[in-house]
């Protein structure tokens, strides 16, 4: 059973900077694409960034390019998201999935298992 466990969440002043963690049990991690979500209240689950069993390879929304940055530690079974520069349109809460495979995937429906989820709240 693939188990992921996100840490790091938490309240932040816009212009400041928060670094998700998501910790992978239960699995050979480095077999895994891995991708961060985000929804907000009342909107729909959206792709934060998603990268590939390497770490070698990512994708990001628009949106998030330049500010954000999908990182990955495979001897510590960990993937990272840090987020600079943060707007109180990034309030959300984060999640972080996996699924089998080499490349990134960039749809929710390609991805098996998910995390919990971290609130992320940006103050104006």
């Known amino acids: 059973q693939v188990q992921l466990v996100e840490s790091g969440g938490g309240l932040v002043q816009a212009g400041g900077s928060l670094r998700l963690s998501c910790a992978a049990s239960?699995?050979?991690?480095?077999?895994?694409?891995m991708g961060w979500f985000r929804q907000a209240p009342g909107k729909e689950r959206e792709l934060v960034a998603a990268?590939?069993?390497?770490?070698?390879?990512?994708y990001y929304t628009d949106s998030m390019k330049g500010r954000f940055t999908i990182s990955r530690d495979n001897a510590k079974n960990t993937v990272y998201l840090q987020m600079n520069s943060l707007k109180p349109e990034d309030t959300a809460v984060y999640y972080c999935?996996?699924?089998?495979?080499?490349?990134?995937?960039?749809?929710?429906?390609?991805?098996?298992?998910w995390g919990q989820g971290a609130q992320v709240t940006v103050s104006s």
């Open positions: 999935a996996a699924r089998r495979g080499i490349s990134y995937y960039i749809q929710g429906d390609d991805y098996v298992y």
């Open positions: 239960g699995h050979t991690f480095s077999n895994y694409a």
């Open positions: 990268i590939d069993w390497s770490g070698r390879r990512t």
